[in-house]
């Protein structure tokens, strides 16, 4: 049974950090899966933050977090994460991380965003930016 835990949200103010982890359980992290990060504000559709494939080195980003949020993964603690810097209100959001087992490595570029790719979620972790 593969699972997914979200853990490091919280409530930051405007400018601070956070770092968000998602332990994977019932696989292991290897070179076939792809990782994405998505958040969901209350009223608005789940939007695809960042994602990467764990068999390659590159990493996709909404334009909104582009330069202020990384995505890495910890194959010996079979965790991913994501790394939030100068977070702004409009951050705020629950953040859930989603795997896909067996992942096109070439063609996830053009579909890392979409929630459809994915076929495993954890339970969401909240972030609160305040001004």
């Known amino acids: 049974q593969v699972q997914l835990v979200e853990s490091g949200g919280g409530s930051v103010q405007a400018g601070g950090s956070l770092r968000l982890s998602c332990v994977a359980s019932?696989?292991?992290?290897?070179?076939?899966?792809?990782i994405g990060w998505f958040r969901q504000a209350p009223g608005k559709e789940r939007e695809g933050v960042a994602g990467?494939?764990?068999?390659?080195?590159?990493?996709y980003y909404a334009d909104s977090v582009k330069g202020r949020f990384t995505i890495s993964q910890d194959n010996a603690k079979n965790t991913v994460y994501l790394q939030m810097t100068s977070l702004k209100p409009e951050d705020t959001a629950m953040y859930y991380c989603?795997?896909?087992?067996?992942?096109?490595?070439?063609?996830?570029?053009?579909?890392?965003?979409?929630?459809?790719?994915?076929?495993?979620w954890g339970q969401g972790t909240q972030v609160t930016v305040s001004s």
């Open positions: 990467r494939h764990t068999g390659g080195s590159s990493a």
């Open positions: 019932g696989y292991t992290l290897g070179s076939t899966a792809c």
């Open positions: 989603a795997t896909d087992l067996f992942c096109n490595r070439f063609s996830y570029v053009d579909y890392w965003s979409r929630p459809a790719t994915y076929n495993f």
